[in-house]
């Protein structure tokens, strides 16, 4: 009799083929999945369906995790009494076929097999097969690093496969990834800038559970490499004066290297200077490495100041100097910056006699010039001025040409 309404009822209801196999045709629960992975604080439904014999009342139906029994008289728990479990737990199904229930918020602690059982007025249903909860989180499987421009993909792993097909989203630095769309529980990051560095999590949509961050790092060549200098921006001969190199790059560059004038002058991030002088006012450049690649900062020209020096006096005309010709004598000097400020001194006289960059002597004598700027002055070697007295050059015959031109004019 069982082999044959079996398999009328085999036909009727494939789903429950195994109950119906190993119980009688009246008597069985049928679970929708014999296993259910799902994710940490989500909320799990075990499907359930049950059948007993027409006649048959109900008189108590309950979920419980446990198979045997210790004690032939002892009770199965019931989980809906549970503390564990009352408050998570809630009944879906009904009192004729449905025995579905909802487990919300689980935890590791969870990780059992579930059973329903049911009880009529005649007899009871104690199923050896229930569902298996496997409760999983969630973890970001990425390298630790990635070059820039290299692709990476990143994996939001699970111990195991989801039962509930859900969509993975992603997040970097907890904002959520909304510009992408991946397969699967796959992040494929490709052709990698720096902004993709960050921490990232990936959950599933509709839950709440995000899994630990993976820190990812992109690796790049040194970039915006630029040289610094130490100090109040002013540089005077004689100061010392220290150029740092600094650069963005990750890792970060340990080897730098220091170019004057495009010779190699040292390595180290910092280069010193211990007393500049105004031959160092060359072009500077510095070079930042590390595995990546390397770059050279722009050319920076240190701009050093000094108080003049060379002065000296130069005169405008050539030839004899006659009582009445002025000459003009020129003072000229290096120094940075230029001077303005000049002052005239004629020997054995304490006082200046004129200023400015040039002067009119109207006498004879040994005259010089001291150039001032702010980081000091200097004065020249003197120069001799003679001129003739014209009372001494009177001639009766003139004697040049121009003498001559003279007289005739007279
Ligand atoms: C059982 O009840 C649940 C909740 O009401 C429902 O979603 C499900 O479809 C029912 N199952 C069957 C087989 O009727
Ligand atoms: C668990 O889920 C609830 C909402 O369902 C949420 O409020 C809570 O923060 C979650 N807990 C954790 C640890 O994710
Ligand atoms: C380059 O570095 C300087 C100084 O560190 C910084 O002010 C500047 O914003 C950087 N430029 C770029 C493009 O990163
Ligand atoms: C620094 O880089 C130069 C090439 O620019 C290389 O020759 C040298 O070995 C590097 N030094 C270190 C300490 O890595
Ligand atoms: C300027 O003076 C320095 C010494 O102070 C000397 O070495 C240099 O040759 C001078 N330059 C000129 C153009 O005279
Ligand atoms: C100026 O004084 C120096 C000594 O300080 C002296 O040798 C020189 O002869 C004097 N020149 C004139 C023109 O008086
Ligand atoms: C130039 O001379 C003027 C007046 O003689 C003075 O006030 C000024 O400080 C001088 N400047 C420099 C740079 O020596």
Redesign the pocket.
Known sequence: IHRFSSSILLLKDLALVRIILVYSADWGVSYRHSHICALKNSSVIMSCTYTYPTGHQIKKMFWTNTKEKKDKHEEFPDLSEDPKYSQRLQYLGDKQQNCTIRLSHVTQKDEHEYYFRFRTDIDQWIGKKGVTLTVTDLQVEAPESVTEGHSVSLTCKSSCTLTDRATFIWYRNSQPLTERRDRNNQLLLQSVRREDAGRYSCALHGHSYISPAAHLSVTYAPKNVSVFITGSGVIVEGDSVTLSCSSDSNPPALNFSWFKGGMFVGSGRIYSISKISSDDSKKYKCKSRNEHGEKYSDAVTLNIMYSPRNVSVSISQSGQLWEGDSVTLICSSDSNPPA??FSWFKENQSSAVGSGQSFSALQSGRFYCEA???YGSQRSDAVTVTVKARSSQKKIFPTTKRERNQLDQL
């Open positions: 303005l400020n001032h700027n702010q």
